[in-house]
C-alpha cells in the first residue's frame, strides 16, 4: 500500500461533507468582483470621475492598508484594485478546509477509524489539499469567466483569476504544514491564521510605506500577499510572482509531507509539556479560568496591533510630506486641510481600520463561549456553583475589555511614534488615543449582536460574523461605492467621530452604547432561559 | 426529607424528538441508585434536567429540595457531576481542573483528593490534551469524589476506566455509601457494576421509567427457565399467566416462567407426570436484556407491567 492508497475516494469524501459550504464560497467569491464592474461603472461614468477617484483613493492610508496599492484609473483596474480584500478572505478560506479535513479529523478520531481502512499515510492531507487546490482552480478560472464576460480585457481577466487562484494554493499549503506541527485542531488554526494575519501586516505596512515612498516599502516582499498583488491585473499583466507562489507552495507541500511522516496520528511534533500538580490559589472563580482561556488570544492581538501601530505610526510624518512630493495633487490634498489635515486623515482612516479588526476580535472572544459550550467543557463549570450569568461575564469582559485593550496598544504606540517623529509626544498620544478608542461603542455593538445570537440562536453564533462582514462592506466600502446613507447607517462604525482631526460628537458614542447594551440585555436575557445543549 | 430526587411526569423535547416522555424517578436520601436504560433511552437528557441545564417541557422536579431549573447555582453546592463523555481544557493540567471544579463547587477534601489521585493512579500534572480517555473521566472523578457534597449524579462514570480502575471505583462508592449521608445517581450499562452497588434502580426506555425498584424487587420480576420430560402433555401450561416461550416436542417442554408464577406452573408439571427437570436459576442480566431489546419488549409488553 503506497503512501497516497485512498486519496480518490477521500477527496469524494471532502466533497461530499463540503458539497454546500464550498461551492457556495467559491461561487461567492469567484463571482463579488463581477458585481464591482457595474457598480463602479455606475459610479464613476466617465474618465475624469474616475481619475478623481482613483487620485484620491490612491493616497487614503485606510483603503491602501485594506485593498493595497492603486496604480492607474480604468475601470478594470479600478475593480482589481477594489477586490484587493478578498486575497485575505480566500487566504482563510483555503487554511479553514485543509485544516477542517485534516488536523480536525484527526481530533475527532475519526482520521483512526479511516487509518484502519484501506488509506495511505499520506491520503487525508493529499485529498485535503487536492480539493482546496482544485477548489481555488475553480474559483480563478470563474472569475477570469466572469471579467471577460463583463468585456474586461482578456489577458488581465486570466491574470486576476491566476492571482486569486495562487493566493488560495499558497495558503492551503501554509493550512497544511500548521497541520502537522501542532496538536489540535484549534491551535493549527490559530498558528496558519496567524501566519496569515503577519503576511497582511507586512503588505499593509510595505505598501503604506510605498505609498509616499517611504523606507519600509519592501516589507511587501516579505507577503505571499504582496507578491502576487505585484501581477497588477489590467496594468502591468506580469506572471513571474506565479512562479514565487508555486515555489513557495511545492516547499510547503513537501514540507508538510514531511513532517506528516515524522510523527504519530493524533500527535504534533512539539511534545506537550507537564503542567502543575495542583491549581495556584488564585484559580477559583470562573473569571480565573476564562483569563487562563483568553489570555494567549489577548496576548497576540494586543502585542499586534502595538507592532502594526508602531509601523504605522512612523510612517505618518512620511504622508504628512505627500504634500510637497505630489504637487499635481494640491486640490486633493488641500480639501483634506493640508499636511496637517493629512496625517490626521490618514490616523483617522487607519482608526477605522483598527476599529474593523478590533471588532473580529470581539466577535471571536465572543464565540469562545459557544466554543465551551458545545464541546461540553461549560457543562462541569455550569455544574457547580456558578450561575450562568457570571458564566457569561466572565467571557464577555473579554469581549469588551480585550478590543479596549489592543485599541489602547495600537493607538498609544502611534500616538508615540508619531509624536517622537514630530517632537511632540505630548499632543500626539492624548489625540491618536482618543482617536482608537473612541472606536469601542462601535465594536461593542458588535460584541453585543454577537452574544444576542448566541443567546438566542447558539446554533448560528457563527453568523456573528456577518454583521462584520456588513460593517466592511457598507461602512468603508459603501462610502466608496456612493450607496445611500440609510444602508451605510448600518454599520454602527459610520457613525463615530473621525479623530483626530475631526470634530467630537457624544450623541452618536452614546446611542451606540445603548444599542450594545441593549443587545447584550436581551441576548443574556435569553440565554437564562434556554438549554445548555452539547453539540 | 426522604427523597434527593423526586421527578413526576418529566418531558423534554428536542425538536421533533422526545427524549424524555413522562419520566418518573424517585432516589431516596442515601441510597446508591441505579440508572439504566439503552442508548438513547434518555438518562443524560435527565441528569442534565437534573442539573438546571436543560429546561424540561412538562412535569415536576425536586432536587434536595429545590427547583433545579430555578435555584441552579445554590442547589450545585450540594452536588458534583461527572458527565460522560469529559473534555477538558487543552492547556490546565488535570490537577489543576481538579482543584478548580472542586473550589467553584466550594471546597475540595485535600486528604480525599490525594488520596483518590494514588487509588486511581492519575498524574495529575499532564495537561487536558494529552490524558487518554479513561485518564480524562479518572479527572473529573476525583473532582467529583474529593468534593463533600450530598449529592454525586454520575452520567457512565466508568466508560472507559479498565477493570483494575473499575474496581477502584466500587471501593469509592462503597465508602460513600457506608457514611449512609451520601446520594449517589449512577447511569451505567455495566450490569455487574449495578449488581455491585446499587441498592435501588430504574430502568428507562423511550424516555419513561419502565421498572424501578430494589435488586431483589426486579429479581422477582425475573424468570426462571425450565426444561422437563413429562409423561403426559401438560394441559392448559399455555394458557397460565406467567409462562413464556413455551415450546413441547415429543414429551419435552421449555418455557420461561415468572417467578410469581413459578409454584402453579410447577403444579402443572407435576400433574403431568415429572420424568427429569432442569432449572436454570433467575439472573438480572436476562431481564435487563428483555428490556433493552425493543422487538423483545414489543411481543412482551405486560412485563413491563
Ligand atoms: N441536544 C439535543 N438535540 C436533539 N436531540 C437530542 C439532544 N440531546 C439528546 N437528544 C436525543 O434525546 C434522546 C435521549 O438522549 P440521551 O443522551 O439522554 O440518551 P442516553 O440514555 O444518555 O443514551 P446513551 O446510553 O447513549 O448515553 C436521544 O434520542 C437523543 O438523540
Ligand atoms: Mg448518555
Redesign the interface.
Known sequence: MNGLTGTGKLIRLILRRDRVLMPLWVLFIGLVPISYVASINELFPTAAARQQYADASAHNAGFVALYGRLFGSSLAELVAWRAGFIPIVIGLLSILTVIRHTRTEEEAGRRELLGATVVGRHAPLGAALIATFGANLVLGGLLAVGMIGQGLPTAGSLTFGLEFTAIGWMFAAIGAVAAQLT??A??ARGTAITALGATYVFRIVGDISGMSNGPLAWMTWLSPIGWVQRMRPYRDDVIWPVALAAGLTIVLVVAAVALSGRRDVGAGLLP????????SPR????L??SW??HR?LLAGWVAGFAALGVVLGYLAADIGDLVHDAPEMEDVFARLGGASGLIDSYLAGLMGFFGLIAGAYAIQATLKMRDEET???A??????????LRWVASHFVFSLLGPAATLAAAGLAMGLTHGLNTGNVGREVPRVLAGALVQLPAVWVLAGTAILIFGLLPRFAAASWGALVICLVFGLVGSALGLDQWVLDISPFTHLPHLPGGEVAATPVLWLLVVAVGLAGVGLAALR?????TA | MTNAISANGLVKKFGSTTALDGLDLVVRTGEVHGFLGPNGAGKSTTIRVLLGLLRADGGSVSLLGGDPWEDATALHRQLAYVPGDVTLWPNLSGGEVIDLLGRLRGGLNKRRRADLLERFDLDPRKKGRSYSKGNRQKVALVAALASDVELLLLDEPTSGLDPLMEEVFREAIHEEQRRGDRTVLLSSHILSEVEALCDRLTIIRDGKAVETGTLADLRHLTRTSIEAELSRAPDGLADLPGVHNLRAENGRVRFDVDTAALDPALRHLTAAGVRSLVSQPPTLEELFLRHYDRAAAASGAEVAR
Open positions: 496538536s489540535g484549534g491551535s506537550p509539556r507537564l503542567g502543575p500538580a495542583s491549581a484559580l477559583r472563580t470562573p480565573a479560568l487562563r482561556l494567549g464541546s461540553g467543557r457543562e462541569p463549570v455550569l455544574g457547580t456553583a456558578v450561575g450562568r432561559r434556554r438549554d445548555i445543549p
